[in-house]
């Protein structure tokens, strides 16, 4: 077993590799690169990975879990996405690079859908062998992350090349998908309904209270999230912070450790009080951001990214868990898509409007007021945690993998 997880690792690194290498620079080079965009501009540029997501279950519900191998579906979307990254980073206007960009998001988004399937379906137990693989992920954002601030390219204004980097790297996982394990659809040769045409299969889900209740808060918190993904390289680089992908990439330093311990605080803790945590750093991790600076707040911001393990892993990678035990082996990639619309689709599809919003209400003549942005989405994911920890009753993972759909 041990040769494969190190097969599906790979996977996991380059997949996330992938994704780091542009998408936490992609504020700094829209506000600050040849195509000084405003806040609303990279506001819409991030909608893309929304758009993505909203797709995604529709795209792997319906293909993956019926007509084509996870792995092939992989390579195809990975080799067309090298492509459009390589375009993007050439685009000479706005409109013509947020064209690119939003068809490759739509590409992208549902391979993590299709990586987590993959990776689930070749082990005997998800529960404990899943955190791990998913580790070797966090490590390609942190290596993409120090790649970029040892090149140099923010403070060169050279960030073009963080989406041919990726684009190389896209190009790699896309060969390597197809001689990944086979993964076959699961109901081939089922009947389809107009249900299973448009891919709500995973809709059956809601019909259990607990897991209703993880789907909104899902919903609701990455309301909150959008404004991290979205704007604090612009705001680290706005303070005068040297290398600030670098700094970043401590982010997922703290999620390889918490992942490595997943196991020992799921048996631990449980569902409801890993989820819980997980929303509480994100209050607390934007309160840090609003009173840190570069000199004597410096630990603050420093603070604020550390709690990025806690925030990630206590929240999605526990619910990407749960959502498995909920869903069971035959609805297991469209329910992995469906949670993908929850937390990057509609959610951040809100966050992302509202972030834009926000940042250029609280600017004036070009320069921010980080601490009125900051604690913004602090309010919104407290009343989200509060509103949480009232309604979700936890149920196990026998019981939710026994509760019919």
């Not at 997943?262 to 409801?272: A, D, E």
């Amino acid at each position: 077993m041990r040769p494969m997880l190190l097969r599906l690792g790979s996977m996991m690194f380059l997949e996330f590799f992938i994704w780091g290498a542009w998408f936490v620079t992609l504020g700094t080079y829209l506000g600050q690169g040849p195509l000084h965009a405003d806040g609303s501009q990279v506001a819409a540029a991030f909608l893309s990975q929304s758009i993505g997501a909203i797709i995604a279950p529709f795209v792997v519900g319906l293909i993956a879990d019926r007509y084509f191998a996870a792995q092939r579906i992989l390579g195809v979307l990975q080799i067309a996405g090298a492509a459009l990254l390589w375009w993007a980073s050439q685009a000479a206007t706005f409109p013509a690079f947020l064209t690119l960009i939003m068809v490759y998001m739509v590409l992208f988004m549902p391979t993590l859908a299709l990586v987590n399937s993959v990776a689930m379906r070749h082990m005997e137990n998800p529960e404990k062998q899943f955190p791990p693989v998913r580790v070797a992920g966090s490590v390609g954002w942190i290596v993409a992350g120090v790649l970029i601030a040892w090149l140099g390219w923010e403070h060169a204004h050279r960030l073009e090349w963080t989406f041919r980097m990726a684009a190389m790297a896209s190009l790699l996982l896309g060969l390597y998908a197809f001689t990944l394990p086979d993964t076959p659809p699961l109901k081939r040769g089922a009947n389809v309904s107009m249900s299973d045409i448009l891919g709500l299969d995973s809709l059956r889900l809601l019909k259990s209270r607990s897991y209703l209740v993880f789907f909104l808060a899902s919903v609701a918190i990455c309301i909150p999230l959008s404004f991290y993904y979205n704007f604090t390289n612009p705001f680290l680089n706005d303070l005068g912070v040297r290398g600030a992908a670098g700094l970043q990439s401590l982010g997922q330093a703290s999620e390889v450790v918490l992942m490595l311990a997943m196991p020992f605080f799921f048996t631990r803790l449980g569902v409801k009080k890993m989820l819980a945590l997980g929303m509480a750093a994100w209050v607390a991790r934007y309160v840090l951001f609003a009173y840190g600076d570069v000199n004597a707040g410096y630990a603050l911001l420093v603070g604020g990214i550390i709690l990025h393990g806690i925030c990630y892993d206590f929240f999605f990678v526990t619910g990407q868990i749960y959502t498995d035990a909920h869903a069971g082996p035959r609805f297991r990639s469209g329910a992995q898509g469906f949670i993908t619309l929850a937390t990057y689709g509609v959610g951040m599809l809100i966050g992302t409007y509202l972030s834009g919003f926000v940042v250029d209400r609280f600017t004036v003549d070009g320069v921010h007021d980080w601490r009125s942005i900051w604690m913004v989405p602090a309010s919104i994911a407290f009343v989200v945690l509060l509103v949480f920890l009232f309604l979700f009753k936890e149920r196990s993972a026998r019981a939710a993998a026994a509760e019919p759909l």
